[in-house]
């Protein structure tokens, strides 16, 4: 099915760190799409005052974007020694990645009824406003509980839209997962809970090494992959 994929990225378990790794993952796949000729629309991003980000939404689109990122889906460990850490002890921290396929409305229809819609004043790094008008979004599923914020457009309006594309992207993916434990999947979710030990990818610094650990294969010029040369990792899951 050729669809488009939804991608958020979370800082998981190590402070700080954990919040740089998550934006270092951020940028691969930006360059990873951009090479690939994919299309990048951001929704919303919680970024912190040291360039790190708390969570990230965006969207990629083109043909076989969904297929392309798909087993993306888990907990990313890194393991290294941080800028601030003067002893010169490897830290290990996480960051969580969840790929939902963009579904349409035709796909699942949500009832306006069951809708909550806020809107507030998108804010940057530490509060600060950066703009004046409450064009920032907010729309909470009141049956399921399931809410998307989204900033990053200057419209509300554009806001608005993006937030729904997601939500009914996540409506779709809880129904499914019911779906397949209904038929006796019992699988766990997507991205766990974050803990260092259910990591599908270790990204190794000090042994230049990147593994997968779903299939058992490394990598390494962890830099250059970093840099978005993911296509030997995709094409060896795929495989």
Not at 97 to 120: M, Q, R, S
Not at 156 to 170: G, M, V
Request: positive net charge; charged residues 35%.
């Amino acid at each position: 099915m050729n669809r488009n994929a939804i991608l958020e990225i979370r800082a998981g378990v190590g402070g700080d760190e954990a919040e740089l790794f998550a934006a270092e993952l951020f940028r691969m796949y930006l360059r990873f799409a951009e090479r690939k000729g994919f299309k990048v629309d951001i929704a919303d991003t919680q970024k912190t005052s040291l360039g790190g980000i708390k969570s990230v939404i965006f969207r990629i689109s083109g043909p076989g974007a969904f297929e392309t990122f798909k087993y993306e889906s888990g907990v990313h460990r890194v393991q290294r020694i941080p800028k601030t850490e003067k002893s010169g002890r490897i830290h290990t921290s996480t960051a969580t990645v969840a790929v939902l396929e963009e579904v349409k409305e035709v796909d699942i229809k949500i009832n306006p009824a069951d809708l909550k819609i806020e809107t507030f004043r998108a804010s940057g790094p530490g509060g600060q406003y950066v703009q004046k008008t409450e064009s920032a979004v907010r729309i909470t599923h009141l049956l399921t509980g399931l809410s998307v914020s989204c900033q990053d457009e200057r419209s509300q309006f554009s806001n608005k839209e993006k937030a729904l594309t997601i939500l009914r992207s996540r409506i779709y993916q809880m129904e499914k997962e019911r779906r397949e434990r209904e038929m006796g999947d019992e699988r766990k979710a997507q991205i766990g809970q974050a803990e260092r030990s259910e990591k599908i990818r270790t990204y190794n610094f000090p042994q230049d090494r990147v593994t997968d650990h779903r299939i058992g294969k490394s990598w390494h010029k962890i830099e250059d992959i970093l840099d978005g040369e993911l296509e030997p990792i995709f094409r060896a899951l795929r495989r």
